[in-house]
């Protein structure tokens, strides 16, 4: 009975081991989901600059090859009406 008792014993032992290590390993995975998850936003706010910056690089490009002097301005104006226009269409689709 002494053994069996033991063994009782030594399987509640381990049964408890175990159970401490799912709790560590679940505090672990929640851990690391939340990370994840930063990352995640984290990409999505750089890939958003990076297209941002391809815009503003479009619209430098296409302002450069423009004629000087005020009609040249009056062209840069419009061009950046309408690139404002269009971040807000962007920004109504993305809500």
Do not use: W
């Not at 032992?13 to 990352?39: F, M, P, T, Y």
């Not at 750089?46 to 009609?71: I, Y």
């Not at 690139?83 to 269409?89: F, T, Y």
């Amino acid at each position: 009975m002494s053994q069996l008792l033991d063994k009782l014993s030594d399987l509640s032992q381990l049964v408890d081991k175990i159970g401490k290590r799912l709790a560590d390993l679940e505090a672990e995975n929640d851990a690391l989901r939340a990370d994840l998850k930063s990352k995640e936003i984290a990409v999505q706010s750089m890939q958003a600059e990076v297209d941002n910056l391809k815009e503003q690089h479009k619209l430098m490009t296409l302002t450069s090859s423009l004629p000087k002097g005020e009609h040249r301005k009056d062209v840069k104006l419009k061009i950046n009406d309408m690139v404002r226009e269009i971040d807000k269409c962007i920004a109504l689709l993305n809500t």
